[in-house]
């Protein structure tokens, strides 16, 4: 039991100083640490990534970062797709559902790599970035709201609840490029809107695997008080440290994650 709430703690410590995708290193701390396969641990870590977004869901909507009607229409596609990716999991063999989480781990530690290290790059070489679908309006200060604006959140949505129901991640990883993508919004205002879509597609995904009996409550309850103790102590530490050299750091632990994993599928 301590050992599970200290996989949880360390999820929501890397929640805590990484952002909205650092909830996807739950499901390999379940595997290696207490022994789950990836069927077991993806449930379970999805509660805590719930539990863990809805707390940071709710500080942005009190601060007004949060866009909601953007949120209301990511999670309601990613609601739809969630229990498609949740059938598929507990469907899959373990080493293919493993090599496949896998693949997903290292591309986004690229990612994750990428973008830390472009974080001093001057604007001027953004400038020639295209205008995205979704644009806030000035003047209302909400989003115009259009059919290509729609279309790209919707989509973003279906990836993120599809992911969600099949590896147990929140999704993170792809709300957060996609916000930055296909809108305009602030940094605060995207992690946030993450967050809230996070929080809505992972909860109904548990509520998904609590019905069909396939979440272990005794493991995910330990865990996911673990997964909150540390995000709330990780958050009393993230503004000292350096964004761009954790995000790095996080980045080279989860390609070493998904190397283990390929080896233990193997």
């Known amino acids: 039991m301590t050992v599970v709430v200290l996989l949880g703690f ?7 100083l990484t952002g909205a995708g650092g909830g996807i290193l739950a ?16 449930p379970i870590g999805l509660l805590a990534v719930a539990l863990a977004a809805a707390l940071g869901a709710i500080m942005g909507l009190k601060s007004g970062t ?12 990613g609601i739809l797709c969630s229990p498609l990716g949740l059938w598929l999991a507990q469907r899959t063999p373990n080493r293919p ?8 781990l290292l591309f986004v530690a690229w990612r994750v790599y990428q973008r830390a290290a472009a974080t001093g790059t001057p604007a001027s070489e953004h400038e020639n970035r295209p205008a995205p679908p979704c644009r806030i309006d000035v ?25 969600s129901g099949l590896l147990g991640v929140g999704g993170g990883f792809v709300m957060v490029p996609a916000l930055q993508r296909y809108t305009d919004l602030s940094t605060q205002s ?18 998904a ?21 540390g995000m ?35």
């Open 66 to 77: 949060v866009r909601y009607k953007a949120a209301m229409l990511i999670a309601s596609a």
């Open 209 to 229: 695997s609590a019905a069909t009996g396939h979440l272990q409550w005794a493991i995910a309850l330990p865990f996911s008080a673990g997964a909150l103790l």
């Open 139 to 163: 003047q209302r200060g909400k989003l115009n709201w259009t059919a290509p604006c729609a279309r790209a959140l919707a989509l973003s949505g279906v990836v993120a609840g599809g992911l």
């Open 97 to 104: 559902l493993t090599i496949v989480f896998a693949l997903v």
């Open 27 to 42: 499901v390999p701390l379940l595997v290696f640490g207490a022994g789950l396969s990836m069927a077991q641990a993806g």
């Open 190 to 207: 995207i992690l946030a809107t993450s967050l809230a879509v996070i929080a809505l597609v992972s909860f109904s995904g548990v509520a």
């Open 10 to 16: 360390t999820v929501g410590i890397i929640l805590a």
């Open 232 to 266: 709330t102590s990780g958050r009393l530490v993230a503004s000292r440290l350096a964004g761009a050299h954790l995000q790095k750091a996080f980045a080279l632990v989860s390609a070493g994650v998904a190397i283990a994993l390929f080896i233990r599928a193997m």
